[in-house]
């Protein structure tokens, strides 16, 4: 028998950038990673990567970012007051940050350009527009 749309499965992963970075792992996490396969908790391409795989088999597969998390938008590049920026945040190039949204939800972002009065941020996934490899193994499923 092998996963199917609906199942809960269990998969340890390694996930890496094109350089051989490591960039995730269930390790990391400590434990394998738990969802319900084709339901669309997890990116795309993990998603369908489990979808007809058996106990204990592993699979490297390569995702574009149409699989992954996308292109980057243009629209998710903003500029910010200086002022507007918590205090206790270094307003420099590569500082990660996290902004909330009027609706209260919290998203990442990083600082791209430091002007004189304001920044610019960036509020795309650090992982949009990169191809990820991942290795899958399935641990289980029911």
């Given at each position: 028998?092998?996963?199917?749309?609906?199942?809960?499965?269990?998969?340890?992963?390694?996930?890496?950038?094109?350089?051989?970075?490591?960039?995730?792992?269930?390790?990391?996490?400590?434990?394998?990673?738990?969802?319900?396969?084709?339901?669309?908790?997890?990116?795309?391409?993990?998603?369908?990567?489990?979808?007809?795989?058996?106990?204990?088999?592993?699979?490297?597969?390569?995702?574009?970012?149409?699989?992954?998390?996308?292109?980057?938008?243009?629209?998710?590049?903003?500029?910010?007051?200086?002022?507007?920026?918590?205090?206790?945040?270094?307003?420099?190039?590569?500082?990660?940050?996290?902004?909330?949204?009027?609706?209260?939800?919290?998203?990442?972002?990083?600082?791209?350009?430091?002007?004189?009065?304001?920044?610019?941020?960036?509020?795309?996934?650090?992982?949009?527009?990169?191809?990820?490899t991942f290795e899958l193994t399935l641990e289980s499923y029911?």
């Open positions: 028998m092998a996963v199917e749309k609906g199942n809960t499965v269990k998969v340890n992963y390694t996930g890496t950038l094109e350089d051989g970075t490591v960039f995730d792992s269930s390790e990391k996490h400590g434990q394998p990673l738990e969802f319900e396969a084709g339901s669309g908790q997890v990116i795309k391409g993990f998603d369908d990567a489990v979808i007809g795989m058996e106990k204990g088999e592993t699979k490297k597969v390569a995702l574009k970012p149409s699989e992954a998390y996308g292109e980057p938008k243009p629209e998710l590049t903003q500029k910010i007051p200086k002022d507007k920026i918590p205090k206790e945040v270094e307003a420099k190039e590569g500082t990660q940050l996290v902004m909330q949204l009027p609706q209260g939800q919290q998203i990442p972002a990083r600082i791209t350009e430091v002007g004189e009065k304001d920044i610019t941020v960036d509020l795309n996934h650090p992982l949009a527009g990169k191809t990820l029911e």
